[in-house]
T-cell receptor, first 116, second 113 residues
């Protein structure tokens, strides 16, 4: 069975601070996908990144960066110089790599509050 | 690309009525769509997987006769909450599959009085 753990329930930072959101996963599959989604207060779920299991290269997109470490089954997300607009719930998710549509297993989410 | 819409965004209804929620992929075709339910401050709970032209697959514990799903075209899936009761009040959100990724609609908030 697949499992995603986001141990940080809530994080509060002051604007311009860097913040890292942790994600640890469990799966018996040798190939799989990992995702991060952002859910702002309005409710929609915004896709941020997809990473497949055989690509361990870290990725940077503007102020966002992701660190995938297969050895520790972690896929952590760092926001550099946080802004108030980053306030949201962030979900890490895992799916099988089947070539067709697969279910997502979500973590419980981390609520990030960025204040001035 | 990969825009998904949901309608309505908000619905308030009386107990016993049925409510239909539409999920549309606007700029791509989605053979598979997923329906989720989310309670306040909780994660998303998968209710069912909807495949175009075939019956939906429901997760354990989800009543298929209460939550009717129809995926009649490659861009539209509907969720009908039949005989809604206050305990059905929740946030419902759909995900449409495209190229190994699920893209989500803005969600529908249902309040049953």
């Amino acid at each position: 069975a697949q499992k995603v753990t986001q141990a940080q329930t809530e994080i509060s930072v002051v604007e311009k601070e860097d913040v890292t959101l942790d994600c640890v996963y469990e799966t018996r599959d040798t190939t799989y996908y990992l995702f991060w989604y952002k859910q702002p207060p309005s409710g929609e779920l915004v896709f941020l990144i997809r990473r497949n299991s055989f690509d361990e290269q870290n990725e940077i997109s503007g102020r966002y960066s992701w660190n995938f470490q297969k050895s520790t089954s972690s896929f952590n997300f760092t926001i550099t110089a946080s802004q108030v607009v980053d306030s949201a719930v962030y979900f890490c998710a895992l799916s099988e790599y089947t070539g067709t549509a697969s279910k997502l297993t979500f973590g419980t989410g981390t609520r990030l509050q960025v204040t001035l | 690309g990969a825009v998904v819409s949901q309608h309505p965004s908000w619905v308030i209804c009386k107990s016993g009525t049925s409510v239909k929620i539409e999920c549309r992929s606007l700029d791509f075709q989605a053979t598979t769509m997923f329906w989720y339910r989310q309670f306040p401050k909780q994660s998303l709970m998968l209710m069912a997987t909807s495949n175009e032209g075939s019956k939906a697959t429901y997760e354990q514990g989800v009543e298929k006769d209460k939550f009717l799903i129809n995926h009649a075209s490659l861009t539209l899936s509907t969720l009908t909450v039949t005989s809604a009761h206050p305990e059905d009040s929740s946030f419902y959100i759909c995900g449409a599959h495209r190229q190994e990724t699920q893209y989500f609609g803005p969600g529908t908030r249902l309040l049953v009085l």
